[in-house]
């Protein structure tokens, strides 16, 4: 019981601090006040009294409870056999192209959008396979975000300049609906895996997200470490009432594994600093290994994108055995 104390009052005092802040004006945020507060964990409870307004036509049929005791094993349809990064040939692409798209979703029964990142020379090199790096935008933003932070041209230029592998960054709408989780893993990522070249294996896939975005990819990170190579969040805002859930899925990832990579960072003026700080400890406590930063910045799209490259960085640190496509000459 000792051991577990300090834990527990760690978590006690972020849900203090999150309840605390509610509502509080950050002068430097770009995003709304109290946003640590503004998603509980998916539970069909929250459903029927959720006060949010989600955009989208029909009314959605509540799901039941989540198991007490999380899932280890997520099955995906249509998933294909897991091959080796292949080397692409040089081309004379130096850009990728961003293109939208949307998945049907049965649990959410309405399309997810999407923005999708393809690589340079994806169109001309058909045999190719890609890694997938799916990344969540932040609160009162749509999938956009990522794209106008400069994700595809910081892609670009690390791709042509060999230092992360090519690869294809997945950026879906989160429309403040619980049900994200499960139609994540159950509707997106086999929709993914079956309409792009994507490798189709935990290796070979990234979860990140900014802000509230980050409280998603940390939540489905941990809960489905068997999907996820790579988890980031960035400036995280944990979703209020979901810390027991990720104490659980911790939990379980230190008992019985695999663990992700794992990558925290947030800025020093940042006014819900209090989320990356508790991560921090928790995998602290759990012994995993990952990275935190705490760096000079607010909770700002300026602060995000000024670290977009380290970003890339870790997410492809793994698959950098795959050389990069390199221009022709004469091209600009």
Known sequence: MRRWLPLLCLTLLLTACAQATAGAADPTATLAPGEVASSPAPTATHLAQST???QYSGTPTPLPSPPATPPHTAVLSGTLT???VPSPTPCAEPHGSVITDTVPSAYLRYNIDLQVYLPPCYAVQPAERYPVLYLIHGLNFIEDQWVRLGVAETA???IIAGEIAPLIIVMPRDRRDVRLDPAFVT???PYIEATYRALADRAHR????????GGWSIHLGLRYPELFGRVGGHSPAVFLGDENNLLAYARAIARDGPVPALYLDVGDTDAQRQ???WLDQIFTWFEFGHTYLLQP???TEAYWSAHMADYLRFYAADWRDQPAPRPSPGTH
């Open 187 to 189: 509707d997106l990522l």
């Open 297 to 299: 910045g607010g909770h």
């Open 206 to 213: 990234a979860i990140g997200g900014l802000s509230r975005g």
């Open 82 to 84: 897991p091959t080796r």
């Open 52 to 54: 949010s307004t989600p």
């Open 275 to 277: 989320s990356a700080i």
């Open 156 to 158: 670009d230029a690390l």
